[in-house]
């Protein structure tokens, strides 16, 4: 198994759907984040779990809605997406002040 | 506002050459920056990091630069290879248990053979 794995990789829906997005990390790390990459943009900080409690929210709309059930595992549910909101979503894990390992992403096209 | 800046979209650089990839940042509370690679279609690899408390970090052909007075870092690949084509971006943090890394906006690097 690799390090942080991520699914699905890719994803289409249209703006009425409920989808979710899954991560997995094998690496036995605390911290657990969700990144936005669009493009020409900076990777955006989305959320940030450590220990399954939540410690950052970056401001992000409601129609992202996390859930970290345990420090291995993290979700983010996504329901009335806007085109905008099409972009690559990567999840990340590290330890407590560790560099991140980020898994392969989930690309995501709002239509 | 941008905490973390790249200003370079893209470089070119000719194999066996230095590429010099730069970055700057402006909250001074950053204590711990990193370096990424992205390949397409894959997430970022972390490269190389350095602590405030030093100036210089090596690890092979990368070692990555740090100018605290002047809010900048930069990442040294010498020599440079064709397999060192990717996207790199820099990251900037507290240690201070925030968990919080803010990311550059990234620069293409092409080596030409």
């Known amino acids: 198994e690799t390090g942080v794995t991520q699914t699905p990789r890719h994803l289409v829906m249209g703006m009425t759907n409920k989808k979710s997005l899954k991560c997995e990390q094998h690496l036995g790390h605390n911290a657990m984040y969700w990144y936005k990459q669009s493009a020409k943009k900076p990777l955006e900080l989305m959320f940030v779990?450590?220990?399954?409690?939540?410690?950052e929210n970056n401001s992000v709309p409601s129609r992202f809605s996390p859930e970290c059930p345990n420090s291995s595992h993290l979700f983010l549910h996504l329901h009335t997406l806007q085109p905008e909101d099409s972009a690559l979503y990567l999840c990340?894990?590290?330890?407590?002040?560790?560099?991140?390992?980020f898994g392969e992403g989930s690309r995501l096209t709002v239509l | 506002d941008q905490q973390v800046k790249q200003n370079s979209p893209s470089l070119s650089v000719q194999e066996g050459r230095i590429s010099i990839l730069n970055c700057d940042y402006t909250n001074s509370m950053f204590d711990y920056f990193l370096w990424y690679k992205k390949y397409p279609a894959e997430g970022p690899t972390f490269l190389i990091s350095i602590s405030s408390i030093k100036d210089k970090n090596e690890d092979g052909r990368f070692t990555v630069f740090l100018n605290k007075s002047a809010k900048h870092l930069s990442l040294h690949i010498v020599p440079s290879q064709p397999g060192d084509s990717a996207v790199y971006f820099c990251?900037?943090?507290?240690?201070?248990?925030?968990?919080?890394?803010?990311f550059g906006t990234g620069t293409r690097l092409k080596v030409l053979a």
């Open positions: 990340a894990s590290s330890q407590f002040n560790g560099e991140l390992f």
């Open positions: 990251a900037a943090s507290q240690r201070s248990g925030t968990y919080k890394y803010i």
């Open positions: 779990y450590n220990f399954k409690e939540q410690t």
